[in-house]
């Protein structure tokens, strides 16, 4: 393989950096502080921008914010998930953004190189970035998310459409002030987006081949004091492994880049291409740097899925 393998350091989005959203944050009230929720009530936080379910009932005056009340001695409150405006912006990929089309935000999140769309469920993107907020559109891109790449002529009139799950921009103009205008349809069905992720793509080296993809399942088997076997079913990720080459000059650069990210949720790419959807991964990434030629070292980097 010829690819670049790069990591992607991704801007935390916060309140002030989402200008628009499509995706209302409205599923639930928000928590009014005077107001007695009964057990399996929910409402929603705008500061914290989650959903949250009271435990018990004659809860009133109980913050669902304040981490006391949710892990105290008295339980009052369970905390659901994000809004489902903010469930792309949450790190988790397995919770999404699901609007019936057209999903349109905006972000101004600095400077940023790429980004990274996981968790897709759509038929087209669109994307446009201005060099400040109102400002030149330095870079566009309209396209149809389609991940068939047939590999022969009968495949390409017979076989099935095949959605492309996920979605990569990168070589984007730098700008200080930089706005992006994400916009994605879907003809029959809600638009779904897992994970939106914007930062610094940073290219580590060449991947190699042997790119090692491994879905897990937390999901488990229980059996009964009869011996009945019940599956649980629970959600699932993927693990990936992966080599690279690169130049001992770039050595001191790429550690670098693994230790400010060893904590942080991040997106491995070993190939930007369609038909390589299997190596793209997000979670906790790992690696060593391996100094065993006089003019090149080899990097292994591995990578945790998260849900």
Same mark, same amino acid.
């Given at each position: ?80 998930? %994000? ?79 095949? %959605? ?8 984007? %103009? ?134």
């Amino acid at each position: 393989m010829s690819d670049d393998l790069s990591i992607l350091a991704p801007v935390a989005i916060t309140d002030a950096m989402l200008i628009s959203s499509s995706a209302a944050e409205n599923e639930y009230a928000a928590y009014n502080p005077t107001a007695t929720y009964v057990a399996g009530a929910r409402c929603i936080s705008a500061v914290t921008h989650r959903v949250y379910e009271s435990a018990l009932g004659g809860n009133v005056g109980k913050d669902p914010t304040n981490i006391a009340n949710r892990a105290g001695t008295t339980i009052w409150w369970i905390d659901i998930g %994000p809004t489902n405006r903010w469930s792309m912006f949450d790190g988790v990929v397995s919770t999404q953004t699901s609007i019936a089309s057209t999903l349109t935000v905006v972000i101004r999140p600095g400077v940023f190189n790429a980004f990274y769309l996981g968790g897709l469920d759509a038929d087209t993107i669109s994307y446009a970035i201005r060099d400040a907020p109102g400002g030149v559109v330095v870079s566009t891109y309209s396209g149809v998310l389609e991940g068939s790449a047939p590999d022969d002529y009968y495949e390409y009139f017979f076989d099935r459409f095949k %959605p492309q799950a996920d979605f990569t921009a990168s070589a984007i %103009p730098e700008y200080n002030a930089a706005e992006l205008t994400l916009t994605l349809t879907k003809a029959s069905g809600n638009v779904k987006v897992g994970i939106l992720a914007i930062g610094d793509l940073r290219p580590l080296g060449k991947t190699q081949f042997g790119v090692k993809a491994k879905p897990k399942t937390f999901s488990y088997i229980k059996v009964d004091d009869a011996g009945n076997n019940t599956i649980k079913k629970r959600k699932s990720s993927t693990d990936l492994s992966a080599t690279a080459m690169l130049e001992l000059t770039d050595a001191n650069m790429v550690l670098g880049t693994l230790k400010s990210v060893l904590d942080v949720p991040c997106v491995v790419i070993c190939s930007d291409r369609v038909v390589h959807e299997g190596l793209r991964c997000f979670g906790l990434v790992s690696g060593e740097v391996s100094y065993d030629h006089p003019t090149h070292c080899q990097l292994t980097v591995n990578v945790q899925g998260l849900i």
